[in-house]
């Protein structure tokens, strides 16, 4: 009975499983309004002419698959690679946001393993421009005021405690267990 239910489970995580996904990350995890920052992902088919037919240029949105496009589509590389830099909006709002990278095929639908996703802070007050550009531009900017911003992904205090009370509670727990088998063992249970 056991191995009728796993069967199924097993055909669909092996199809799972051979799907290439693809992925988004940017340099920081916490970025402050009009920051500039580098943007990469891999996982994207070819988009260069004669290799995937109809497949779309890949598209940075923000929140949603149908969101705001950021800046121009991205041509990827041979190998599946995009490679930008970009200029958070001056006027976000504080908060969580997830950005995704978004390609399709010529018929309209979703390219497999896309939209890729990742999910990032806006934090602090606008980085200051030097250039005149608008916020999605990607136009090279001047020196800007990059001071570190809390939470820009180092341990906290908070973080070590918890890491620590963690460690400590399974420390325990294997101490415990082997406890009890050294003493099923001298007793002969």
Request: positive net charge.
């Amino acid at each position: 009975m056991m191995v009728g239910a796993m069967l199924p489970l097993g055909v669909a995580s092996t199809a799972w499983a051979c799907a290439s996904l693809a992925t988004l990350s940017m340099d920081s995890k916490v970025v402050r309004p009009g920051e500039e920052v580098n943007i990469t992902g891999r996982g994207f088919s070819d988009t260069h002419a004669g290799t995937t037919a109809g497949d779309s240029l890949v598209a940075l949105r923000l929140k949603t698959r149908d969101g705001k496009v950021l800046g121009p589509e991205l041509d990827t590389s041979t190998d599946g690679r995009i490679a930008t830099k970009l200029r958070m909006p001056s006027d976000m709002k504080s908060g969580f946001y997830v950005m995704l990278a978004t390609q399709t095929k010529a018929d309209g639908t979703a390219r497999a393993g896309t939209p890729a996703r990742y999910a990032f802070r806006i934090q602090g007050t606008p980085a200051k421009q030097s250039v005149a550009a608008s916020p999605w531009s990607g136009a090279p900017s001047g020196p800007s005021n990059s001071s570190p911003v809390a939470g820009d992904g180092g341990l906290n205090g908070q973080t070590l405690l918890v890491g620590g009370i963690l460690s400590l509670t399974l420390i325990a727990a294997g101490s415990v267990l082997v406890g009890r088998k050294n003493q099923s063992m001298t007793l002969g249970v």
